[in-house]
């Protein structure tokens, strides 16, 4: 035998060679022995299987192929039997089925329809099976079908959270019948969800990714009666981190005084549920950012932080929360008023003149404005005291204070807030800001901000720094009169 496959191989033929074992090939368990050396690898052990072989029970065959299969594949290349009994061949077939053995009928020929001559076929143009070709036919055509199923994306490229949607395609390597049945999608060789194909042979899912990176998507189509199983190869699906989005910041609705705990807190969400997060808190004091304590399920959550303050004054908060992959968002309390009742008083009156562009309903207006004030705190009171008030006069309307919330004077620098009428109508909200020029150096000269809004709308009517943020020092230097921060009451 090895000197005939020397002779093939040296021919430069690589075709396989169907090596059979003792006894009309009906035995192959000394075919490992006595195998000749193959220089291209490519010997299969061809096996005899007949009902009147002594190798003829399942018993037998458990016992000397399965450990042949492990080494070296197996043909079944003559198969049949003497007798019209379908019995025997079935259970022959269905075994070989079970371990994929391939299987070649004896014989395809016309020469008997007796069943003892295992002559397949009585014509060989019309191929039509004798009573013993029947048995082989119908077993072949009870065969599931081969399919092959391919999976596509809608977006090959998502971000976390994204809704993408898989396809998947099933059809029969045979033509003809569309496969039904199921197809279940897995995601990184984990099942996520199945779907029924539809009468083209397609199922769809959509499937959304808790965490980014690199996914591996296999549509596996479950099979049906008449057609067999198949998998998709496995699609590369590329997730990208998407950042958190963060709620708005909560904090104490009335000023608070200093060395008073600030109580901060808020919400997030991220569309990554893996993702996990940190947050860390700049009080807009100049300290050092701290961290928030973070309590979340599934990448979405709360946060909760408190600090104090130790000097009076208009603070902006902000919160920055991180996911796991480095992105973030941010959210912020823009006024944070502490107070400081000990830190003394403002007042101020005088003229100055107003802008073009202050007054809203027209933009164009511009001249003198008069304006008085003078706000204190009592002594342990909360609420500076807000009489006489703070008044304003221009050339388009009046306004008077109603009643002050809070006032903060940090050094040369006060902001008075409260509410009041606005020609006699209230729901009119207001701060003044001022800077006590003299408390700064010599000739340097008092500036102020009036600012006045609808106090349910926000909607602003007047702005003599109109776009600034409410904690920008003023700059609308006075035509006449003075302004006084003071220490003390």
Known sequence: MQTLLNAVRATGATNVVALGGVGYATYLTRW??????????????????????????????????PQLMALAPVLVTETGMDA???????????????????????????????????????????????QY???????????????????????????????????????????????????????????????????????????????????????????????????????????????????????????????????????????????????????????????????????????????????????????TIADDDGASAQTTLEALVVFDPAAGSARGAGWFSSPAGAYVSDTTAAGRAFFGFLARYQKDGAVPFAQPGFRLKTDRFAFDSTAYDWLVVTGAKAQLHGSGRVNGNAGYAFLVSAIDGDRIGKDVPDRLRIKIWDAASGAVLYDTQAGDPDGADPVRVLGGGSLVVGQGP
């Open 32 to 65: 490992l022995q006595y195998r000749p050396t193959d220089p291209v690898n490519n010997l299969i052990a061809a096996w005899h299987v007949y009902n009147f072989n002594i190798c003829n029970s399942a018993s037998c065959w458990d016992a000397m192929v």
């Open 84 to 130: 019209c009994d379908a019995t025997w061949w079935n259970a022959l077939l269905d075994w070989l089925d079970a371990r994929q053995i391939g299987y070649l009928a004896w014989t395809w020929n016309r020469w008997s329809t007796d069943c003892s001559s295992r002559a397949l076929v009585t014509d060989y143009y019309a191929a039509t099976p004798t």
């Open 133 to 319: 070709g029947s048995i082989y036919k119908t077993h072949l055509a009870s065969l599931p079908t081969d399919t092959a199923t391919t999976v596509s994306s809608s977006a090959p490229r998502s971000v976390e959270g994204q809704a993408v949607t898989f396809t998947a395609t099933v059809s029969s390597r045979a033509g003809g019948d569309v496969p039904s049945g199921s197809v279940a999608f897995a995601v990184d060789s984990t099942d996520a969800v199945s779907a029924s194909l539809d009468p083209a042979g397609v199922a769809t899912a959509t499937l959304t990714f808790p965490d980014d990176g690199a996914h591996s998507i296999v549509a596996r189509y479950l099979g049906a009666p008449r057609f067999a199983p198949s998998a998709s190869a496995p699609l590369a699906q590329q997730v990208a981190n998407a950042a958190p989005t963060a709620g708005p910041l909560a904090g104490p609705s009335d000023p608070v005084a200093v060395s008073a705990q600030v109580a901060l807190s808020g919400a997030f969400t991220d569309p990554g549920t893996a993702d996990t997060h940190t947050a860390i808190v700049d009080s807009g004091d100049g300290t050092a950012a701290t961290p928030a304590t973070v309590t979340e399920t599934l990448g979405s959550g709360t946060i909760s932080a408190s600090h104090a303050y130790g000097v009076a004054g208009v603070y902006r908060v902000t919160v």
